[in-house]
């Protein structure tokens, strides 16, 4: 046992947190199988260090079936050079590497949501495993946490960059002033479902300054969006002074999810209908879907209606939904 009670974790890193350079390695985890009696989860990992400063930890792919992270962390960690860097770059394109390789959401090993599992357990299951590790061994080096998201196969998004309102303002003006860098089409101040288990709340609760994104979904990435990931991982590097130059920063417009009255659920299944496409204006109470029995034909459609006025910034993908689903977001401009 460790000092605070934990056992060690059983991911051994191939690379040096504190060698100078560049290397590229593997975070390896034991994972006995079927098919391989002493097999191993290798989730590929890069890091350029060079010199004094910040440690930027850059991760994609805590969803499975999000692509614009990995795209642009998988092409960040063949082209970094050394010498471009001050400091530190730990780049990890696909945290639940399982999910990644399977394109879904969750771990096909243990269902895991990576997302929902910290702090982790050294013990637990794969998923655990993995976010014990970033909890106690990774989280603590860093200085900027960068985690890239987008809908999935399930959800689409304006593209945005997003940080969290916080108890720490200090801290919370850090993080906005981060995503002001990214300079994303659109930048959100953010509210969560349920932050219970996550990433970003592991990361904020450590004093971390951490910000995220939704940039597009579907389960698929576009040209756009991954161009956009690309140009804003660079220009939170520049601003964090460990990427030599200045950001290139782009117009964005704010938006804020002020309350749960952003969300609207679908207490019905059936067939969707959208009235609203991403980034029209809503008004409060206006109808933004219906969904229509498939059960028999003559049966009226349920009403979604928007319980704020603002803009949509997220929708409902697959043209089916299930009682429970989200099928809408609504969030406030920021004049």
């Known amino acids: 046992m460790n000092e605070i009670g934990l056992r060690p974790s059983p991911i051994s890193a191939t690379v040096d947190f504190a060698a100078e350079g560049i290397?590229?390695?593997?975070?390896?985890?034991?994972?006995?199988?079927?098919?391989?009696?002493?097999?191993?989860?290798?989730?590929?990992?890069?890091v350029v260090s060079n010199g004094n400063g910040s440690t930027a930890l850059l991760t994609g792919g805590n969803h499975g079936d999000e692509y614009e992270g990995p795209i642009a962390l998988f092409?960040?960690?063949?082209?970094?050079?050394?010498e471009e860097v001050s400091g530190r770059v730990i780049i990890i394109p696909a945290m639940n590497y399982p999910a990644f390789l399977a394109g879904t959401r969750t771990s096909p090993i243990d269902r895991g949501n990576m997302n929902r599992s910290f702090p982790?357990?050294?013990d637990g299951t794969v998923t655990?495993?993995?976010?014990?590790?970033?909890?106690?061994?990774?989280?603590?080096?860093?200085?900027l946490v960068?985690?890239?998201?987008?809908?999935?196969?399930?959800?689409?998004?304006l593209p945005?960059?997003?940080?969290?309102?916080?108890?720490?303002?200090?801290?919370?003006?850090?993080?906005?002033?981060?995503?002001?860098?990214?300079?994303?089409?659109?930048?959100?101040?953010?509210?969560?479902?349920?932050?219970?288990?996550?990433?970003?709340?592991?990361?904020?609760?450590?004093g971390k300054v951490f910000i995220t994104t939704e940039l597009g979904g579907?389960?698929?990435?576009?040209?756009?969006?991954?161009?956009?990931?690309?140009?804003g991982t660079m220009n939170v590097l520049r601003h964090a002074g460990i990427v030599a130059g200045a950001a290139h920063i782009d117009p964005t417009t704010w938006l804020d999810m002020p309350d749960g009255r952003?969300?609207?659920?679908?207490?019905?299944?059936?067939?969707?209908?959208p009235l609203i496409d991403l980034g029209e204006a809503v008004s409060e109470d206006a109808v933004i879907a219906r969904i229509y029995p498939t059960g028999r034909t003559g049966v009226a459609p349920c009403e979604i209606r928007a319980g704020m006025s603002g803009i949509l910034c997220a929708r409902h993908f697959p043209g089916l939904v299930k009682p429970g689903d989200c099928v809408a977001v609504v969030a406030t401009v920021d004049e």
């Open 23 to 46: 290397q590229h390695g593997f975070l390896r985890l034991p994972y006995s199988r079927d098919d391989s009696a002493w097999g191993s989860v290798m989730v590929p990992i890069t």
């Open 75 to 82: 092409d960040l960690a063949r082209s970094l050079k050394a």
């Open 120 to 122: 982790g357990q050294p």
């Open 128 to 143: 655990q495993k993995i976010a014990d590790y970033f909890q106690r061994v990774l989280l603590p080096m860093a200085d």
């Open 146 to 157: 960068l985690d890239f998201h987008s809908g999935g196969k399930t959800l689409d998004f």
């Open 160 to 206: 945005f960059c997003a940080a969290h309102i916080l108890a720490n303002k200090q801290q919370e003006a850090k993080a906005f002033e981060f995503v002001t860098a990214f300079a994303a089409p659109y930048s959100m101040k953010m509210l969560e479902i349920d932050a219970v288990g996550m990433y970003d709340t592991a990361a904020e609760e450590m």
């Open 218 to 231: 579907g389960g698929t990435a576009t040209a756009k969006s991954a161009a956009i990931a690309k140009r």
């Open 262 to 273: 952003c969300f609207s659920f679908a207490e019905e299944g059936g067939l969707i209908e």
